[in-house]
């Protein structure tokens, strides 16, 4: 295992950089910069940075490209679970069942639904009335949501170590390489992934719950501080499997 606490602690290493931080993580797109001052914090660009320090904020530009390319790898990565996803919902509601529900519906009521001159509790009432010519539908298409829902779990699963394998090669292309994926597949990788998981997830909740009723201050200090954290473990975690 990593050692979590150090890993947790970096970003609140250097108050100047962490407010930076922060500050950059709320503006909309500029935030961009912030996952990428993460990425370079892992120390796998050409900025070499020490494991026991941060990196300075500088050469912004530079930052914002690389967060925008680790958005678009994440993006790819999605992208067949995505359409299979889409492809599912289309075929469901192109299905006998639903065509026959719908088009038993007229023009005059779908423009009532709209206006709101048929209530939500009536909507509600035809529905369940009509749900259970649903059910065969909905059991075919369970197999084929699951599918999409554990290609949506590999995407962000791969995500880091593909970000990092285009950062360490320095080739777009390296990021969907064999040679980098398979390095998710280890127990040394799944284990801290699931850790990083949770406790962003847990935290991220808790400065939300504490620090929500300021506007966009709660997902500035969730991107710096848990961008750094994810990073420094799953950079050293690449290093070693």
């Known amino acids: 295992m990593v050692d979590i606490v150090k890993a947790l602690k970096r970003p609140f290493s250097d108050t100047k950089k962490f407010l930076i931080g922060i500050l950059l993580g709320i503006i909309p797109f500029v ?7 993460a990425l370079v914090s892992s120390g796998f660009t050409k900025e070499l940075v020490k494991k026991d320090k941060l990196p300075e904020w500088k050469n912004y530009g530079d930052l914002f490209m690389k967060g925008l390319v680790s958005l678009i790898i994440g993006f790819l990565l999605f992208l067949p679970a995505l359409l299979f996803l889409i492809g599912t919902f289309g075929t469901l509601v192109m299905s006998p069942a639903v ?6 519906i007229s023009i005059d009521t779908w423009n009532n639904i709209i206006t709101g001159q048929i209530t939500d509790m009536q909507v509600q009432n035809w529905f369940s009335e009509n749900f259970t010519q649903l059910i065969p539908t909905l059991m075919s298409a369970l197999p084929l949501f699951v599918i999409g829902a554990i290609l949506a779990f590999l995407a962000f699963y791969m995500t880091p170590v593909a970000v990092l394998g285009w950062l360490k090669e320095k080739r777009f292309g390296a990021a969907f390489s064999w040679k980098v994926l398979k390095k998710a597949l280890t127990v040394d990788y799944f284990v801290n992934w699931i850790v990083v998981a949770f406790i962003t997830g847990f935290f991220s909740g808790v400065v939300n719950v504490f620090l929500g009723w300021i506007p966009f201050i709660g997902n500035g200090i969730t991107m710096y501080v848990f961008g750094v954290f994810s990073y420094t473990v799953f950079a050293e975690v690449y290093e070693r499997v």
């Open 31 to 37: 935030n961009f910069t912030v996952m990428g001052y």
């Open 99 to 104: 065509s026959i529900m719908l088009g038993g």
